[in-house]
């Protein structure tokens, strides 16, 4: 009898660890970072047309010079239902529109400022693209996305301002203009996807978000539920995960180097990338820059089969249409991701578990598989392995770590009779939206070059004994032949001395960049240019820093 007490106490007990094990799983998975509503919806859009139009169009550079008289402008074409069918051609679900560039021209009926639509020829100042966008979305299905640029450089608020002006004293008067401006463009034009804050905001505008913009995602800035990967090439580096730590996120300027599968809010990815490389805004020259289609292709895998989505860039002429020539490319890029993945080999959905087999109809090749994770849950899968019956034998296909929405993976052709997916480590029970396998003729393999390449450290400057004030040495340092893609960079101060770095200033195209773009730890600075590089573009570095002892050294970069 006591032996039979002391069992059922030990099976109590057993069944008491296992039951507060699974409930602790389960809080685990209550914790976990999840997509809210508008998130989920903005991700499964999986393909967005940018669309970049602005008097820099008509000056054929990147930035608005401000050289173009107004009454000049007048796109006689411009029919905003073409760039629907445009970007329905190519299975984008929304239209981001740059309502106002960095340069401060309005496509809109704005109150704000006479440097806009008003004062152009265009329907003799009467017409508001905005609003012609506005209904063509409306007509077409797809949803309307509205960038207005935090800087002016009528107010001497330029790249990397944040709308910070150089002069103190029209600071005040500008808070006025961005206010009314992002109060005009978010309740005047229907219900809006997508607010684009590019550079971060450091103009309050919290009681307008809140109004006009609850129901949309917001790209940087210190409402952001979306991240910039930091550069501009549309290719992320593996993994890529869709949370971050809220801390990062509130800076306003999060990238993707600040994922981390045990984030604490959902912030998913926004691949931008140029159709011409590298330019936004159209010209005949620039045509001839198109990226081929095995470049978009490249740019397909690495951003929307990393489990992003691919924000990819058109740029009406002067006439106001897409070129013709774009027109068909942009319909040949939907082509091939056709061709590849319209229709699978076999697939299975709705599966919960560490093993999901998918078995083909018969032995047959194949070079890729598509996993789709119910993210709706959050990351609950860590690492992965495919693999394929061949033979009788499980042969390993691919493995990996990060799903999210999608994660395509790619081998060399082979013949099996079944896939099996095995989820090797996962947070909670692993839930698959989709497992999916294809054969894809004539494959060629994405280019894998490093996102952010391990380049050799390059002096960009030195001091010695004599450049000390005191214990204090301040060096200016012109970065600009260094920083010439957008990116993340790290500066570093080399000596056999301690040395502590008390101030840093970078100035981006003679202008202060906020310091939100920069981060000191230690003998090292991480600067963050997420802004267009031109030829014209110049950084800028100023560096104070005190030692002990007045020694010598190199700055690295």
């Known amino acids: 009898m006591k032996y039979n007490q002391r069992f059922l106490l030990i099976l109590l007990i057993f069944c008491t660890l296992a039951f507060c094990e699974e409930v602790i799983g389960q809080a685990q998975e209550i914790t976990l970072a999840k997509p809210s509503g508008i998130q989920y919806k903005w991700q499964e859009q999986e393909r967005i047309m940018f669309l970049h139009f602005d ?5 054929k550079r990147e930035f608005d010079d401000h050289s173009t008289p107004l009454e000049r402008i007048n796109p006689k074409k411009l029919d905003t239902d073409q760039w629907c069918e445009v970007a329905q051609s190519w299975g984008a679900k929304e239209i981001l529109f740059v309502a106002k560039h960095v340069g401060g021209f309005c496509w809109w009926q704005t109150e704000s400022t006479d440097y806009s639509i008003k004062k152009t020829s265009y329907k003799n100042g009467e017409g508001d693209v905005l609003k012609e966008l506005s209904e063509s979305c409306e007509k077409y299905g797809l949803n309307l996305g509205i960038y207005v640029y935090p800087g002016d450089q009528t107010w001497g608020a330029g790249i990397g301002s944040g709308g910070i002006t150089a002069d103190p004293a029209k600071q005040e008067g ?14 005047n034009y229907g219900d809006v996807m997508e607010v684009w804050f590019d550079g971060s905001l450091k103009i309050d505008v919290s009681d307008i978000m809140e109004k006009y913009a ?11 539920t979306l991240r910039c990967p930091g550069t501009e090439s549309g290719k992320l580096f593996y993994p890529a995960w869709n949370t971050v730590k809220k801390e990062d996120l509130d800076t ?31 010209s005949p020259e620039k045509e001839k820059k198109r990226k081929s289609i095995k470049e978009l292709m490249d740019i397909y895998y690495r951003s929307v089969g990393y489990g992003s989505v691919l924000l990819l860039n058109s740029t009406p002429d002067t ?89 395509i993976d790619y081998f060399p052709d082979v013949e099996v009779s079944e896939i099996r997916l095995n989820v090797t480590r996962s947070v909670g ?5 989709k497992l999916s396998a294809y054969y894809v003729e004539n494959f060629e393999p994405p280019l894998i070059e490093p996102v952010h390449a391990n380049s050799p450290w390059t002096v960009v400057g030195k001091w010695n004994s004599e450049s000390f004030v005191e214990n204090t040495v301040t060096i200016e340092i012109d970065l600009s032949d260094q920083i010439i893609l957008p990116g993340q960079y790290t500066l570093r101060l080399v000596s056999d001395s301690d040395i502590t770095i008390t101030d840093v200033e970078i100035h981006y195209d003679n202008q202060k960049a906020m310091d939100d773009y920069f981060k000191i730890s230690g003998n090292e600075v991480s600067i963050n240019r997420t802004a267009m590089v031109t030829n ?9 820093f005190e030692s002990d002892t007045q020694n010598f050294g190199n700055v690295e970069f």
């Open 55 to 59: 008097p820099a169009t008509w000056q």
């Open 174 to 187: 500008y808070n006025k203009v961005f206010r009314q401006q992002l109060t005009e463009t978010l309740s």
């Open 214 to 224: 609850k129901n949309s995602v917001v790209f940087q800035g210190p409402h952001a």
């Open 252 to 282: 306003g300027l999060a990238t993707q180097i600040h994922g981390d599968p045990n984030g604490d809010v959902w912030a998913p990815l926004e691949s931008n990338t140029t159709l011409y490389n590298h330019y936004w805004f159209w």
């Open 319 to 407: 006439t106001g249409l897409i070129p013709a020539n774009d027109v068909k490319h942009y319909k040949e890029f939907a082509q091939e991701i056709d061709r590849r993945f319209k229709i699978p080999l076999a697939e299975v959905s709705d599966k919960q578990g560490q093993i999901t087999n998918l078995t083909l109809p018969k032995n047959q090749k194949l070079n890729h598989v598509v996993i789709m994770e119910d993210y709706r849950q959050g990351h609950r899968i860590r690492e992965y392995l495919v693999e394929g019956l061949v033979n009788g034998k499980w042969k390993e296909l691919s493995k990996g770590t990060s799903v999210g929405r999608k994660k």
């Open 429 to 433: 029970s692993p839930l698959l939206r």
């Open 536 to 544: 014209e573009s110049s950084s800028i570095l100023y560096l104070t």
